[in-house]
């Protein structure tokens, strides 16, 4: 109900912003079975829900906290304590629980162009990589098109690193062609936040316009493609020297995880 007064508030200078003409970037990972290659499970048609929990195939440490499964939200982030829904990006830090968003904003997917499209799809392809793909996703109110076409993808590391826990995600950013709902002021953010008032990263152009050039920003040297490592409950903050556009947000807690990780790098050997 809230939501729907909002909307008639801001319906005289509509905040929903579109883009035409995208670019499509990083193709998103698909072979994984079902009606768009993507899983044959999806989060029931909604706005502001999500569902879950949703078992890991592997564990994961998260700023020394650990778990074995997480919830697939609609507004496009997956949340580790419970469904998330709120459909306003605020700035981190302040996310009330452990949150990883490559596209938070107000999704919506109760108008679809199909029977199977603009769905959010999860799935465990194998025992070390978990997927979620919000295929063509609309926009509130029940807008679609247009729509945004990107993923979240972890993958196990404790076969390489050999400490339980470690693991990596990856946003894909395959079509972009809106930023904003019809009910809110804000763009979408796309980073993490452990719900510690400490540790983030907010990706650069979150909450502006030129999120939309997520499809042509990585941290990786691919296109459309943010890659993040956790050793040891800690993310490694990228290195976004090279990445066009305002300087990223980044908590001090990571800051100083980085800090002490090169110091230690350097060090003479014993």
Do not use: C, H
């Amino acid at each position: 109900m809230y939501k729907s007064i909002l909307v008639g508030l801001l319906l005289a200078g509509s905040s929903l912003a579109l883009v035409p003409g995208s670019v499509q970037s990083a193709p998103l990972l698909s072979g994984f079975g079902g009606p768009k290659g993507f899983g044959t499970s999806s989060v029931f048609r909604n706005d502001d829900s999500g569902f879950g929990p949703i078992a890991l195939p592997f564990a994961i440490n998260f700023y020394g906290s650990t778990y074995s499964s997480y919830y697939a939200n609609t507004n496009g982030n997956i949340t580790f304590l419970s469904v998330f829904g709120s459909y306003t990006p605020t700035a981190f830090p302040g996310a009330p629980q452990p949150i990883i968003a490559p596209w938070w904003a107000d999704v919506d997917t109760r108008n679809p162009s199909s029977g199977v499209e603009g769905l959010v799809w999860y799935t465990n392809p194998d025992p070390s990589t978990t997927v979620v793909t919000w295929n063509n996703v609309g926009v509130y109110n029940s807008q679609n098109p247009p729509s945004n076409n990107f993923q979240l993808v972890l993958r196990d590391l404790e076969p390489s690193t050999g400490a339980v826990g470690d693991f990596s995600f990856e946003f894909r950013y395959d079509d972009l062609n809106w930023t904003t709902g019809a009910a809110s002021n804000v763009a979408a953010l796309a980073g993490y936040d452990a719900g510690n008032y400490t540790d983030f990263f907010t990706i650069p152009g979150s909450k502006t316009a030129d999120v939309l050039n997520l499809v042509n920003t990585s941290n990786v040297g691919q296109e459309g493609v943010w890659r993040f490592s956790v050793f040891n409950g800690e993310v490694i903050p990228p290195d976004t020297s090279s990445v066009p556009g305002p300087l990223p947000l980044l908590g001090v807690g990571a800051t100083l995880a980085w800090s002490r990780r090169l110091r230690k790098r350097i060090s003479p050997s014993a």
